[in-house]
Structures are given as C-alpha cells and as structure tokens.
C-alpha cells in the first residue's frame, strides 16, 4: 500500500498548494484532476498523469494503491513505481 511516506508526500504537495493559493482537497479528501498532475510533475513522473485521469485515481485513493495497482495502470517502471509509492530510497 502506498502508507507511510507516500502519505507525506500527498500532505506536503496538499499544504504547499494551498499555501500558494490553489485549492486544497475538501474535508472528504476529494482533489481536482490538476492537483494530481502537479504532484505527478512535482515527482517527476508527469508522463503518468493521462492514464491517473482515465482510472479515476484521486489523493483519495492514492494511498490505498498497491505496486500491482500502479503497474496496471501502466506504471511499467518499478523505480517510477517506488517514486510514487514513496519508497525511493537514498543509495
């Protein structure tokens, strides 16, 4: 499950939009599409944003996606995978 740092990163981008005037997620966790792009961009994974948008992926459900659940949605690369899950770690 993408818990722990995904979570953060999720957090972090949520507050760092609204800090900056954009629009945080609502109390029932919901999120724009756009803030889903910004944070794919953010992570540098931009290239994903399209198939998010087509399985309907929110900051609602980002943190319940498993490793499987990104590779089918066409997440092929497991470092890209890692990225998003929150796991890349510092060699």
């Not at 944070?39 to 994903?48: A, I, N, T, V």
């Not at 929110?58 to 980002?62: A, D, E, T």
């Not at 659940?69 to 089918?72: A, F, G, R, S, V």
């Not at 890209?80 to 998003?84: E, F, K, N, P």
């Given at each position: 499950m993408l818990v722990g740092v995904s979570a953060y990163?999720?957090?972090?981008?949520?507050?760092?939009?609204?800090?900056?005037?954009g629009m945080k997620p609502d109390n029932?966790?919901?999120?724009s599409m756009q803030q889903i792009v910004d944070?794919?961009?953010?992570?540098?994974?931009?290239?994903?944003a399209q198939r998010f948008a087509e399985n309907d992926i929110?900051?609602?459900?980002?943190p319940d996606l498993t490793d499987q659940?990104?590779?089918?949605i066409g997440v092929a690369s497991l470092g890209?995978?890692?990225?998003?899950a929150g796991d890349s770690r510092t060699p």
């Open positions: 990163h999720i957090a972090d981008f949520s507050d760092k939009v609204a800090s900056a005037g029932s966790g919901a999120a944070w794919l961009e953010k992570l540098s994974l931009g290239q994903y929110s900051f609602v459900i980002l659940d990104l590779e089918k890209h995978r890692r990225l998003a």
